[in-house]
């Protein structure tokens, strides 16, 4: 009667195994992931790029647009997360596929904020209006990286329990 009150050892250690799966697991898609002060890096040479386009002096534009260049891809190879941290995500082709188009639409999204404010402000005869359209891209950027690395995280998280529920059940019976 005591013995059904008590749990057996037997299941508290393969819950103590799974929940250690499951925290090495989320270890591995954080590191996947890009930290948050990534988008902010990536940002700063973009308002660059623009505050150089704007100067109009060629000495200033020669010098700080191919370094913005230079800095943003080797931000982006670094983002990339076999070369970050030597982790190879196994990902579904439907979540590659996502995660990919994810990736698109936000690169999409902060050159069409970039373009349309800077040609906006430029036909309206602004002050430096490429700076302007250059720092709302970098802004757009800042808030929709953390959100990009929150819907590729949920995704990745979805796949891992997907395979979890979908893997035989030890010592169970088959069908």
Request: charged letters at 15%; one cysteine or more; a positive charge.
């Amino acid at each position: 009667m005591g013995s059904e009150q008590q749990p057996r050892p037997a299941g508290a250690e393969a819950a103590a195994e799974l929940a250690e799966i499951r925290r090495r697991q989320e270890r591995v898609i954080k590191a996947a992931l890009v930290p948050f002060w990534y988008w902010w890096a990536l940002a700063a040479p973009i308002v660059a790029y623009g505050a150089a386009r704007d100067s109009g002096n060629l000495v200033v534009q020669a010098t700080v647009i191919p370094l913005a260049a230079l800095v943003m891809a080797v931000l982006i190879g670094a983002g990339i997360p076999e070369l970050r941290r030597r982790v190879k995500v196994h990902s579904s082709p439907q979540i590659t596929a996502r995660v990919v188009a994810a990736i698109v639409g936000m690169i999409v999204l902060v050159d069409a904020v970039a373009i349309s404010i800077a040609a906006s402000l430029a036909a309206a005869h602004f002050r430096y209006p490429v700076t302007i359209g250059c720092a709302a891209g970098a802004a757009v950027l800042v808030i929709a990286g953390p959100l990009l690395n929150r819907y590729s995280r949920r995704l990745m998280l979805s796949q891992v329990r997907r395979q979890v529920s979908d893997a035989p059940q030890a010592g169970g019976s088959t069908p």
